[in-house]
């Protein structure tokens, strides 16, 4: 059988940063980035309620690069009863962001 990279759309980058996130017109929260790609980002979130289908700004830095993009969670799994891993799925990223994200996704090795 197959990687999960061998199946996956985009390549994946592995990452273990703090971001923020947060429903548009909300204030920010914090979670830890866990990948990355063109397609979108997961993360870990602790203490919040998001739901499928619930759109959300996020905030993270790929290289010295900030970037922010909107997304649809497109899936959550409670790792435990106040952890959501969170998986994201961009809507509006803007062009330049993902040739960052890109660029830095052939340079690492993808997951």
Known sequence: ?????????YPRIATDQVISFAHIDNNDQLAVSRDLST?????????????????????????????????EVVWAIETDPITLDIGLEFRDIDPESLRIIEETAEILPSI
């Open 1 to 9: 059988m197959g990687k999960a990279s061998d199946r996956r759309k």
């Open 39 to 71: 397609g979108g980002i997961r993360f870990e979130a602790i203490g919040c309620e998001l739901d499928l289908g619930d759109t959300i700004r996020v905030t993270f830095n790929v290289g010295d690069q900030s970037i922010v993009a909107v997304g």
